[in-house]
């Protein structure tokens, strides 16, 4: 409920996040997720209407897979999320041929979120690793 949101919203950041991977681990829903230490630098994802609120912007539309891949970067926000992990939560399964599809969806939401998406702030890719969600500051 938007009460819930609000009380949830009100969350110092690292109660939020163990919430949220609380969530993803139990499978009980979170409907909307965060990270940023200031409203007006804050990524608000609503997981049920896969609508993402970037600061004061207005929402933006996600697609289901746009969705659940900023969820599993904001659950886990400064720590890099390894590559297998992302495509397993993304889409299920694992193959050296979705490498180039997450990265095509990594394009995508980057155009989304990125003030400057040709030099990425807040999605950044870790060589070798995957990628990492910093909290806007």
């Known amino acids: 409920s938007t009460k819930d949101?609000?009380?949830?919203?009100?969350?110092p950041p690292v109660a939020q996040r163990y919430v949220q991977r609380l969530a993803e681990i139990t499978g009980v829903p979170v409907?909307?997720?965060?990270v940023g230490p200031r409203r007006e630098s804050t990524l608000r994802l609503d997981r049920e209407a896969?609508?993402?609120?970037?600061?004061e912007?207005?929402?933006v539309k996600l697609t289901k897979l746009e969705a659940r891949l900023l969820q599993i970067l904001i659950a886990n926000?400064?720590?890099?999320v390894g590559t297998e992990r992302l495509l397993t939560h993304v889409w299920g399964h694992r193959g050296s041929g979705d490498r180039q599809l997450l990265k095509q969806?990594?394009?995508?939401?980057?155009?989304?979120i990125e003030e400057d998406p040709a030099a990425p702030q807040v999605l950044q890719t870790v060589?070798?690793?995957g990628y990492r969600l910093e909290e806007k500051g």
């Open 5 to 11: 949101a609000t009380r949830f919203s009100e969350l």
């Open 31 to 34: 409907s909307i997720l965060s």
């Open 50 to 55: 896969h609508v993402l609120h970037v600061g």
């Open 57 to 59: 912007a207005p929402p």
């Open 77 to 80: 926000a400064g720590h890099v």
């Open 105 to 112: 969806l990594v394009h995508r939401l980057r155009q989304k």
């Open 127 to 129: 060589a070798g690793a």
